[in-house]
């Protein structure tokens, strides 16, 4: 069964700085993986998606990295701003129909100003 | 263009007593979800379809049916609600198979006493 874990749980910075958001999976056979936020009272949005064959994908400020190999992704954001508060998760995917995702608990992230 | 809409948004059931909680989307997507968002547990699926006329268990389906009468809604029935149900409930979306990302609807936030 696959287990994902984020770390840390809970992430507090300074608006302006770079950080990196961590994400582990413990099988790699995946087809590919999602970030998406999750604000408050709310529900999920996509962020970016990563094929299995591709080791980045990037959208604006947002970088995300994939070793598969290692079973491990990074989720990067540059130059945060408190916009980007929000929970965010990660979700490996072992099949192409996404029954098979596998999500993350999240990493809440609180930007301050 | 409003995506995937979930209908009620907040609901208190005492046990027992029956719900449907309806999802529509409005993008032609082939695939359809449901998820439950539990504290400490993440997101677990429920049920999905990958067509009109389809169904299939996820992970807790028990306590749980759903139909897909119309390609463009998938419905999440509790016959018989319980406390173990209170939870909030996501429904998903996505076009097909391959490498296209989930749509989220925003959510309905159920309570049974």
């Known amino acids: 069964k696959q287990e994902v874990t984020q770390i840390p749980a809970a992430l507090s910075v300074p608006e302006g700085e770079n950080l990196v958001l961590n994400c582990s999976f413990t099988d790699s056979a995946i087809y590919n993986l999602q970030w998406f936020r999750q604000d408050p009272g709310k529900g999920l949005t996509s962020l970016l998606l990563i094929q299995s064959s591709q080791r980045e994908q990037t959208s604006g400020r947002l970088n995300a990295s994939l070793d598969k190999s290692s079973g491990r992704s990074t989720l990067y954001i540059a130059a945060s701003q408190p916009g980007d508060s929000a929970t965010y998760l990660c979700?490996?995917?072992?099949?192409?129909?996404?029954?098979?995702?596998?999500f993350g608990k999240g990493t809440l992230l609180t930007v301050n100003p | 263009n409003a995506g995937v809409t979930q209908t009620p948004k907040f609901r208190v059931l005492k046990t027992g007593q029956s719900m449907t909680l309806l999802c529509a989307q409005d993008m032609n997507h082939e695939y359809m979800y449901w998820y439950r968002q539990d504290p400490g547990m993440g997101l677990r699926l429920i049920h999905y379809?990958?067509?009109?006329?389809?169904?299939a268990k996820g992970e807790v389906p028990d306590g749980y049916n759903v139909s897909r009468l119309k390609k463009q809604n998938f419905l999440l029935g509790l016959e018989s609600a319980a406390p173990s149900q209170t939870s909030v409930y996501f429904c998903?979306?996505?076009?097909?198979?391959?490498?296209?990302?989930?749509?989220f609807g925003n959510g309905t936030r159920l309570t049974v006493t």
């Open positions: 379809s990958v067509g009109e006329g389809t169904t």
């Open positions: 979700a490996p995917n072992r099949g192409g129909s996404n029954y098979k995702l596998t």
């Open positions: 998903a979306s996505k076009l097909g198979a391959g490498n296209s990302p989930l749509h």
